[in-house]
């Protein structure tokens, strides 16, 4: 997506549909399986991508008990196309029991430059600074189109639960589901400490880790007519780089975004989900007010009066899904 504010590139799309509203075609099957999905993703940023998505369903280790009938092995191909960025995703889905699924994947993309925003790039601060008294320095990003390769490799696992499951009932589907993650990211054009932008993010990766955490809950009305499930997220996104003097400008906090979730099912082909998101902001004062890419991160320092975060509006994102099989 495109990220005129640069806040960090949410992983509510891909963890909402292949986990929460993921569609029965692909889960639950006791043969192998397969199924095609168009995605349309588009915010008020303003932001778009559109993604095509095949799953590949495998049973795996089935027993003949509730909790594990379902058990499988769903793989998971994507393309993604945004109009700063191309990229390429697979991820292999174990559920080995109905409550608990272990995922491992990659991504592989790059991108290019435009008025829009960033796809790819450095991020390099404009002159030198002689103290922590200067003013913070403006920031630049320095790439070319398709200059370099963006790759990222992540394990996660994820908890979820149903309450129908444990008492029947139409109306008794209260869903909560968490899945901890741990990634590594890498651009192949950034020596270690450097600072990387990719589809028009804050600015703020480096080589190395980063921890996400995503926590939901929500509720299913299987005989509501059209909007059929509401849930609320967090989400948490922390990077783990250890950077020299990172506590001056607030590297170790982590940014958290909320989300509350609306899902439609418009016919059995087509789904659309709205969410409506904030996210906290790193408190550094007047400098970083109205956005994040104005100045050179690593000069802005992080302020303790008032809290060291802000909590902002984010976007309001769609998700249009449609099963082309």
Do not use: C
Request: proline share 5%.
């Amino acid at each position: 997506m495109i990220h005129k504010k640069g806040p960090y590139t949410a992983g509510f799309v891909f963890f909402i549909v292949s986990l929460i509203f993921i569609p029965a075609s692909v889960s639950g099957e006791d043969e192998f399986s397969t199924a095609t999905y168009l995605e349309l993703q588009v915010s008020s940023e303003p932001a778009v991508k559109l993604v095509l998505n095949q799953f590949f369903t495998v049973p795996f280790l089935q027993g003949s008990g509730p909790l594990t009938s379902g058990n499988n092995i769903t793989t998971l191909l994507s393309a993604e196309l945004s109009p700063v960025s191309i990229n390429g995703i697979a991820e292999v889905n174990w559920t080995p029991v109905a409550f608990f699924v272990f995922s491992g994947g990659g991504l592989a993309g790059s991108g290019w430059n435009m008025p829009l925003g960033y796809g790819i790039g450095l991020n390099r601060p404009e002159g030198e600074r002689a103290s922590a008294d200067d003013p913070p320095r403006a920031s630049r990003i320095h790439g070319n189109a398709f200059d370099g390769l963006i790759w990222n490799a992540w394990g996660a696992g994820t908890l979820q639960f149903d309450l129908g499951a444990v008492i029947p009932g139409d109306w008794n589907h209260v869903l909560f589901q968490t899945r901890q993650e741990f990634r590594y990211a890498a651009y192949t054009q950034a020596r270690r400490g450097e600072s990387w932008v990719f589809e028009n993010d804050s600015r703020a990766n480096q080589n190395g880790w980063v921890y996400r955490a995503t926590y939901v809950i929500g509720y299913y009305m299987p005989r509501s007519p059209v909007l059929n499930t509401i849930a609320f997220m967090a989400e948490l996104h922390k990077p783990l780089y250890d950077t020299p003097g990172g506590y001056f400008w607030g590297e170790n906090l982590g940014r958290w975004i909320f989300s509350g979730l609306f899902n439609f099912s418009i016919n059995p082909r087509l789904n659309a989900l709205l969410a409506i998101q904030m996210h906290t902001r790193r408190n550094h004062g007047n400098w970083n007010f109205n956005s994040d890419s104005t100045y050179f991160y690593r000069d802005l320092q992080l302020q303790q009066k008032g809290g060291q975060r802000r909590v902002v509006f984010h976007r309001m994102a769609v998700l249009m899904t449609y099963k082309l099989r």
